[in-house]
Antibody, heavy 117, light 108 residues
Framework: EVQLVESGGGLVKPGGSLKLSCAAS????????MNWVRQAPGKGLEWVSSISFSSSYTYYTDSVKGRFTISRDNAKNSLYLQMKSLRGGDTAVYYCARGALGRLDYWGQGTLVTVSS | EIVLTQSPGTLSLSPGERATLSCRASQSISSSYLAWYQQKPGQAPRLLIY???DRATGIPDRFSGSASGTGFTLTISRLEPEDFAVYYCLHYSSSSLTFGGGTKVEIK
């Protein structure tokens, strides 16, 4: 069974940092592109970042470029999102999702990041 | 930058009725990279349709997708109680993903 389990969310002050993790199981992690998608409270879905299966390619939405870094460790079946210079607008549930070309076929249950003083 | 506009914002229907949801792109896009997702309160999104018209694994055949020019449609032929949810379209380009704003299908 495919499972994606996010962790690392929490309350952080504006300007602070946080690193999210996504533990994958039930599939060959190293064969799939991975993604982070977020959802602010009461709002719609917003794509954040994607990484290719071999880490050769990484992509970011404009609002997080230079502040967030996506990475993966295929030996540990894990996906990461390092977030720095956090702002109130980054407050959201962050989901990791498997897939590429817009076909995100498995999602974790999400981890909440709250940026507030 | 491509913008996806979903309409209507809210659709009020009764179980058994047909639901037609629209997703319109600001410019021509490949239907190969258009997907639809369903999200219920407190849950993660679920992939319904990819490639504009291909159902994902395990998705009932009452869900169908189609494309026409810059417009895409998700149709639910007969609404079941579990289908009341928010639906999002998603487009993939070479370096980014773009979600539409969502359509809420609520019980009338």
């Amino acid at each position: 069974e495919v499972q994606l389990v996010e962790s690392g969310g929490g309350l952080v002050k504006p300007g602070g940092s946080l690193k999210l993790s996504c533990a994958a199981s039930g599939f060959t992690f190293s064969s799939y592109g991975m993604n982070w998608v977020r959802q602010a409270p009461g709002k719609g879905l917003e794509w954040v970042s994607s990484i290719s299966f071999s880490s050769s390619y990484t992509y970011y939405t404009d609002s997080v470029k230079g502040r967030f870094t996506i990475s993966r460790d295929n030996a540990k079946n894990s996906l990461y999102l390092q977030m720095k210079s956090l702002r109130g607008g980054d407050t959201a549930v962050y989901y990791c999702a498997r897939g590429a070309l817009g076909r995100l076929d498995y999602w974790g249950q999400g981890t909440l990041v709250t940026v507030s003083s | 930058e491509i913008v996806l506009t979903q309409s209507p914002g809210t659709l009020s229907l009764s179980p058994g009725e047909r639901a037609t949801l629209s997703c319109r792109a600001s410019q021509s896009i490949s239907s190969s990279y258009l997907a639809w997702y369903q999200q219920k309160p407190g849950q993660a999104p679920r992939l319904l349709i990819y490639g504009a018209s291909d159902r994902a694994t395990g998705i009932p055949d009452r869900f169908s997708g189609s494309a026409s020019g810059t417009g895409f449609t998700l149709t639910i032929s007969r609404l079941e109680p579990e289908d009341f949810a928010v639906y999002y379209c998603l487009h993939y380009s070479s370096s980014s993903l773009t979600f539409g704003g969502g359509t809420k299908v609520e019980i009338k």
